[in-house]
């Protein structure tokens, strides 16, 4: 897989619109930030592995393939529980881990609060999921953290990445390839994302 994968897809496009209108209710935000990744998984899940097995149909026995380990969702707070759900409702078979950090208003740099992984973290495959990938520091952290756990499989996740951030992110973590829905312009004084949609967390969670 190379390293950024930015999806192409007509409801993929329509479903960003939608989120990046300010206008956009924090209930329909929610909803659509939830179907856009939704749609996302098809690629999310593309590199997990499978393995045979035989089972019986109501008709016969036939050999077919499941996932050989389901993998560790690892949701960056807030904002990637947005995503997350999403994921989880589409493979219940994985886990979900959380990694707590926040961006500094002053620095923007992100600050640890808190993680959480199931115990064979280091045996499974890692998706690593936050809608935005600005100046790539949270992001960063997080796969760090990963790395430091022995994880060596992680794709990161995003909904909007900024050239600043995906350049930051590639020279951290060049073996972890980046699927996103939109390659933005830039980053702004305050290292927004310009077009961008704004704070993700504040308008999933309306705060
Ligand atoms: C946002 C976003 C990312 C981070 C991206 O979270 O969800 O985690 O900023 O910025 P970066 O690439 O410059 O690090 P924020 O820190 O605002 O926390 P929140 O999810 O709790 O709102
Ligand atoms: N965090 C967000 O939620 N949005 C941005 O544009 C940048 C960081």
Do not use: W
């Not at 209710?25 to 593309?46: E, G, I, R, V, Y």
């Not at 219940?92 to 961006?103: L, V, W």
């Amino acid at each position: 897989m190379s390293y950024l994968k930015v999806l192409e897809h007509p409801l993929i496009t329509h479903k960003l619109t939608i989120l990046r209108d300010k206008d956009t209710n924090p209930a329909l935000f929610k909803s659509t930030l939830a179907s856009l990744t939704a749609l996302m998984s098809h690629d999310l899940f593309s590199h997990l592995a499978t393995q045979p097995v035989t089972i019986t149909t109501p008709l016969e026995d036939m050999q077919t393939q499941k996932l050989a380990k389901p993998p560790v969702l690892v949701s960056i707070l807030r904002a990637g529980n947005g995503m997350a759900d999403s994921i989880f409702d589409i493979c219940p078979e994985a886990s979900m881990a959380h990694i707590g950090m926040q961006r500094d208003p002053d620095t923007h740099e992100p600050l640890f609060y808190y993680e959480k992984y199931p115990q064979d973290l280091s045996m499974r495959q890692c998706i690593l999921i936050d809608p935005m990938l600005a100046t790539g520091g949270s992001a960063i952290m997080a796969a760090d953290r990963l790395k430091e756990k022995r994880v060596s499989d992680i794709v990161f996740a995003c909904l909007v990445a900024a050239p600043e951030g995906v350049h930051a992110f590639h020279n951290a973590h060049s073996d972890v390839p980046i699927i996103t829905a939109a390659l933005d312009r830039e980053l702004n004084e305050n290292c927004y994302i310009l077009p961008g949609l704004g704070d993700a967390g504040d308008r999933i969670f309306n705060t």
